[in-house]
């Protein structure tokens, strides 16, 4: 039964990504009618989170756009769908001697204790990323998330250990002054050098600083670091490449350090059942001061527009009125981005692995930053264990990410062979279960114009570690609809809220399938 809504708002979001599920809190909060809208039955956009039969049915181009008829736009576009999607197996669809044989010799010696039906019978137990991010402990996003007390919807972890990749082999990359002095790779002589390097950043002059000549790497050899120690700086901690400038060398350095201590031994944080748990925290809020949902709207949207201005959406038989729209990059009519060209790509892989990348005792949240090769970027590598809820017991989902050069398949190739027992080549490492490659489109640098003056298009996901971008572009586009509001002010717990002539009500949740956010 189609569901009616109302016809009415202040604030219409199509999409339920990052930013513009950060814009609806922050309207929401401030009293605005909000409805929030999404042609997908999940939250998240491509910031969303799946379990493992739902990745698999998940068809990133599935939502293209249709002709549009005169003044009506058809939302949708073909320019920022997801692309070069594919799994694979790696295991056998189930148990040995049974009529269901596995189909090939290279096939029978992966076997392993795994099967295909086991994996699946624990689907719900995954939690797959599209975009795992991870949070600064004094980061803009975790400063946001305490301030406005979105932080009582969602769980964090602390990283528990940062690793590189050196001299052919894994590293942990020392987080703390006793993390220094306890690492046998370093001698004496380097980790006063050291420490006495991270004590002055602060010091350096803004005329070096702003030297675009200088690179950061230039810099730290130009302090008679030895290798090792330009190593854990440069990638590890500063997440950077030769190119990277002395400034952002610096800031980004200044970001790792300023955040150790606060929640655990690491600088970063990780959301409990991944990372598409974050984009729900804030529709949570949302819906807490009255924001409408209306997911799995199987009807093609249309909006009308005149002058210059949206007048209406148009779901199904409905004409749904507001001042302001707010549209996800991928939702965005075919017409107003029909001259974009998306020149990057994020390439992502993501693995189901039985066992750790550096096993040892017990399990690790762990970061890997593996440097650039020739020809090759840097990649940022989050593999989670089972106590994060993103997976079952004694098995790992390892995320890679990088900005694309060929295919995520090939770009990841060199790494693949060096952390994982590929045919039995490293038999301590661990094996691939299960593999997932795609690409998603880099909008986070384009710019849209010719939109009509009342649409706020939110770019996708970027290749930032954290969301501290996301966060200041959802600021931004809330304060170019309302300059006189405040940005997310504290929510109340539920114990503050009086309820009667001054309480808040309970938005209501529109869905044609089961809905997370309560």
Known sequence: MENQLPTEFDVVLIGTGMIESIVSAAASRVGKNVLHIDCNDYYGSQWASFNLRSIHSFLPSSYEAQESQKDHKTIGNKIFNIQNFETQWHIPKTEPNTPDLIESPQETQQQTLYTQSKLLDDSRKFNIDLVPKLHFAKGEFVELLISSNIARYVEYRSVSRVLTYLNGQLEVVPCSRSDVFANSRVSVIEKRMLMKLLTSLDEIDDTLRNDKDITFKKYLSSKKLSDNLIHFILYAMARSTSETSLAEGIERTKQFLNSLGRFGKTPMLFSMYGSGETPQAFCRLSAVFGGIYALNQETQLSIKVESNSIKFLQNGKQEIKAEKFVVGAEYTPQEFVKAINVKHYIARAIFITDQSVMPIDHEHLTLLMYPPEEGKNIVTI??????????????????????????PRDDFQHIIKNLFNINDSLPNRPKILWSCYFSIPLTSDLKFEDVPENMFVCSGPDMDLDYDSAIKKGRS????????????????????????????????????????VQ
Request: proline content about 8%.
């Open 382 to 407: 989050i593999e989670t264990g089972s106590h994060t809820g993103t997976c079952p017991k004694n098995l790992f989902l390892v995320h890679f990410t990088a900005k694309q050069l060929r295919t």
């Open 477 to 516: 586009i809330f304060q170019k609809m309302y300059p006189d509001l405040e940005f997310l002010p504290r929510a109340p717990d539920p114990e503050e809220i009086i309820f009667g002539e001054e309480s808040t009500s309970e938005g209501a949740v529109i869905n044609n399938e089961t809905s997370d």
